[in-house]
């Protein structure tokens, strides 16, 4: 089955900063990839994803590589404020709409 | 719009009672359903999913059951809790072929 690695496990950055997650995927059949943002105590909120037949994709202060050859794609945060502070999760799937495997994920500490 | 429901919010059981968690979804029609748990904020693990009324896959062997008795409906039992079951209790959906999210979870713990 899939296996989804996350780097790194804790990162701290200061506001205004950029922030980089990077991940990889052992399934070459995988397709899909969600980014996921999980504040403490609520559930995961979808903030971003990536098909494989597109290189990158970006939403204002975020976006999302995808190289397909390497099987690893990443999460940039640019402009970092406080309440990018969370959990980031990365996911793999072979299509949307099916299982995903998550990655261990990221705590995202942004210092004003 | 579609809003994803969990309840409850938090939990507190004994050692060996039983537990109901449930799951609705409003705003779509035979959506697919999944359950995870997530242990000390980390690590989603898929334990059940659903494609339809009363087809449930199981992703791990385990202490629990799941049951989808209504196409919006999600349901997470277990006969006699483990101290192993406390957790982060997540229900998800996602339309066929579009992107899975979350509802606001279950805090479990067991005592």
């Known amino acids: 089955g899939e296996n989804v690695e996350q780097h790194p496990s804790t990162l701290s950055v200061q506001e205004g900063d950029s922030a980089v997650i990077k991940c990889t995927y052992s399934?070459?059949?995988?397709?899909?990839f969600p980014w996921y943002k999980q504040e403490l105590g609520k559930g995961p909120q979808l903030i971003i994803d990536?098909?494989?037949?597109?290189g990158e994709k970006k939403d204002q202060r975020i976006a999302v590589t995808l190289n397909k050859t390497a099987k690893h794609f990443s999460l940039h945060i640019t402009e970092t404020q406080p309440e990018d502070s969370a959990v980031y999760f990365c996911?793999?799937?072979?299509?949307?709409?099916?299982?995903?495997?998550f990655g261990e994920g990221t705590q995202l500490t942004v210092n004003p | 719009s579609q809003t994803i429901h969990q309840w409850p919010a938090t939990l507190v059981q004994p050692v060996g009672s039983p537990l109901s968690l449930e799951c609705t979804v409003e705003?779509?029609?035979?959506?697919?359903l999944y359950w995870y748990r997530q242990a000390a904020g980390r690590g989603l693990q898929l334990l059940f999913y659903s494609v339809g009324i009363g087809q449930i896959s199981s992703e791990v062997p385990q202490n629990l059951s799941a049951s989808r008795p209504q196409d919006r409906q999600f349901i997470l039992s277990s006969k006699k809790l483990l101290l192993s079951d406390s957790g982060f209790y997540l229900c998800?959906?996602?339309?066929?072929?579009?992107?899975?999210?979350f509802g606001p979870g279950t805090r479990l713990t067991v005592t």
């Open positions: 399934d070459s059949a995988s397709n899909y």
């Open positions: 990536i098909r494989s037949n597109v």
């Open positions: 996911a793999a799937s072979w299509t949307s709409g099916s299982r995903l495997t």
């Open positions: 705003g779509t029609s035979n959506p697919n």
């Open positions: 998800a959906w996602s339309a066929h072929g579009a992107e899975q999210y």
